[in-house]
């Protein structure tokens, strides 16, 4: 049972480059979430599922898009990656939407 | 929209001191959770407290939810080195959890 498990965990992107990050879950939660966290500014949600198929977006979804095809995964992709979006991200997923959100160990993304 | 402030927004201690971190939110909530995130990790889920007036412990580790279910309280008895890291409230109203910006603890030895 590995939880919460993010691939990367590093990444450089010049300024303009996309790329994707993968979050998945091994526990069966419909609730998956992803936000960043930088200095000083603690966690804030970009994007968020409440089942298989479905997004929402949260506090903070501008330059970023999110798919969930498949219950157990949760992508986040940069379209045109911006140095704004040098962060560390994570992903986290819950059972109940009022539930323990279960964290991954995080990527931690620099963009030039 | 839902906002939720923590203070104190660091903390350093010497080793057996108390530590008291608090959380307010803008607006009623219906449940608040308490994280922990060493440093280099993750956030880790501490408790929910769902009750107004409710009081929980875990060990040394002591929360409060307020009576209007407004605000809430992290408290650490006698701290230990092990207590170091970022705690972090988030309070659940009609939307996603909201996060505060958390409170960084540093413990000396």
């Known amino acids: 049972n590995a939880g919460v498990t993010q691939t990367p965990k590093f990444r450089v992107l010049k300024t303009g480059q996309s790329m994707t990050l993968l979050c998945a879950q091994d526990?069966?939660?419909?609730?998956m979430y992803w936000y960043r966290q930088d200095p000083g500014m603690g966690l804030r949600l970009i994007h968020y599922s409440v089942g298989e198929g479905t997004t929402a977006k949260g506090e903070v979804p501008d330059g970023y898009n999110v798919s969930r095809l498949k219950k157990q995964n949760f992508l986040l992709g940069l379209e045109s990656a911006a140095p704004s979006q040098t962060s560390v991200y994570f992903c986290?997923?819950?059972?109940?939407?009022?539930?323990?959100?279960?964290f991954g160990p995080g990527t931690r993304l620099t963009v030039l | 929209g839902q906002q939720v402030m923590q203070i104190p927004q660091y903390q350093h201690v010497q080793e057996g001191e108390d530590f008291t971190t608090y959380c307010n939110s803008s607006t009623t909530l219906s449940n608040i959770q308490w994280y922990k995130q060493r440093p280099g990790g993750h956030p880790v889920f501490l408790i929910q407290l769902v009750k107004s007036g409710e009081v929980k412990k875990q060990k040394r580790l002591t929360f409060q939810f307020g009576e209007a279910k407004k605000n809430s309280s992290l408290h650490i008895t006698a701290t230990q080195t092990t207590d170091v890291g970022t705690y972090f409230c988030?309070?659940?109203?009609?939307?996603?959890?909201?996060f505060g910006k958390g409170t960084r603890l540093s413990v000396i030895a």
């Open positions: 986290a997923s819950s059972y109940y939407w009022s539930d323990t959100q279960y």
């Open positions: 526990m069966n939660h419909e609730y």
């Open positions: 988030a309070g659940r109203g009609n939307t996603p959890l909201v």
